[in-house]
């Protein structure tokens, strides 16, 4: 069974960079049959999709977050990590880490994280 | 960017009774579109894939259908576990993008 933990600071300043690792157990981020991605949900709001990646270093982004986003994988520790760079307070929102299958369910996310609430404020 | 919007907002019904969740798209998604279940304080849960597949370990009394523009998530017989809410998703093309969420409440 694959499971999936984020962690990372639960307060960032405005204008600094919000850095989340996902910890992946029960299966390797190695896998090409994967992309590892970000997902976030404003308080009481719906879902947006941040991006994902894949091991081979194929990465699709929200053209929406784009010029602020990174994503990487550090396969030696299975895990995988988002930056968002010169957050404001819109930024404030549960973040979750999930996993996307190249096949059935292909480009659907199968696996999640629990979240971790991220608050922007100085 | 594909808008999907999910009606009704919120939907009241009781035990037992059938629940129809809509979602729409802003243009054809093909098949391509999925449904997910959030309770509170957890993160969502796959139920069903690329319009009308149900995803591993989900009960038979959830069904999809649709295709192109109009889709619909279908509980047959609700439960009361079943109250929470669904969102749709596409994976037509980037960006992926979800609806807004129909609330599923108890009458």
């Known amino acids: 069974q694959v499971h999936l933990q984020e962690s990372g600071p639960g307060l960032v300043k405005p204008s600094q960079t919000l850095s989340l690792t996902c910890t992946v157990s029960?299966?390797?981020?190695?896998?090409?049959?994967?992309?590892w991605s970000w997902i976030r949900q404003h308080p009481g709001k719906g879902l947006e999709w941040i991006g994902y990646?894949?091991?081979?270093?194929?990465?699709y982004y929200n053209p929406s977050l784009k010029s602020r986003v990174a994503i990487s994988l550090d396969t030696s520790k299975n895990q995988f990590s988002l930056k968002l760079s010169s957050v404001t307070a819109a930024d404030t929102a549960v973040y979750y880490c999930?996993?996307?299958?190249?096949?059935?369910?292909?480009?659907?996310?199968?696996?999640w994280g629990q979240g971790t609430l991220v608050t922007v404020s100085s | 960017e594909v808008v999907l919007t999910q009606s009704p907002a919120t939907l009241s019904l009781s035990p037992g009774e059938r629940a129809t969740l809509s979602c729409r798209a802003s243009?054809?998604?093909?098949?391509?579109l999925g449904w997910y279940q959030q309770k509170p304080g957890q993160a969502p849960r796959l139920l069903i894939y690329?319009?009308?597949n149900r995803a591993t370990g989900i009960p038979a009394r959830f069904s999809g259908s649709g295709s192109g523009t109009d889709f619909t998530l279908t509980i047959s017989s609700l439960e009361p576990e079943d109250f929470a809410v669904y969102f749709c998703q596409h994976r037509s093309n980037w960006p992926i993008t979800f609806g807004q969420g129909t609330r599923l409440e108890i009458k």
């Open positions: 690329d319009a009308s």
């Open positions: 999930a996993r996307v299958g190249v096949g059935e369910p292909s480009f659907f996310f199968d696996y």
């Open positions: 029960g299966g390797s981020i190695s896998s090409g049959g994967y992309y």
């Open positions: 243009q054809s998604v093909s098949s391509y």
């Open positions: 990646m894949h091991y081979s270093g194929t990465t």
